[in-house]
């Protein structure tokens, strides 16, 4: 039996969002000082005055898709 069957949808969309959400802006982060190889410069990159904004908003997006629709897979179609 599947036990997300009984689980209310969007505590499995918040779920699979927020696991989401911390890994991909973990390894987001963590690559870009690997590329630029300097802390201050991925500051400077990703959190700078206005582009900190765009970074939230397609993480957040991306989340919030990611979570609806592993949610969806895991109450409705998986057995």
Same mark, same amino acid.
């Given at each position: 039996?599947?036990?997300?069957?009984?689980?209310?949808?969007?505590?499995? &969309?918040?779920?699979? &969002?927020?696991?989401?959400?911390?890994?991909?802006?973990?390894?987001?982060?963590?690559?870009?000082?690997?590329?630029?190889?300097?802390?201050?410069?991925?500051?400077?990159?990703?959190?700078?005055?206005?582009?900190?904004?765009?970074?939230?908003?397609?993480?957040?997006?991306?989340?919030?898709?990611?979570?609806?629709?592993? &949610?969806?897979?895991?109450?409705?179609?998986?057995?």
């Amino acid at each position: 039996m599947n036990k997300y069957k009984n689980v209310p949808f969007f505590k499995i &969309a918040i779920r699979f &969002a927020v696991v989401f959400l911390v890994l991909v802006s973990f390894f987001e982060i963590g690559f870009s000082i690997l590329k630029n190889m300097s802390f201050s410069i991925m500051v400077d990159h990703i959190f700078s005055e206005g582009k900190w904004i765009n970074f939230v908003k397609r993480i957040g997006a991306m989340s919030a898709f990611y979570g609806v629709f592993m &949610a969806g897979y895991y109450k409705f179609i998986k057995k």
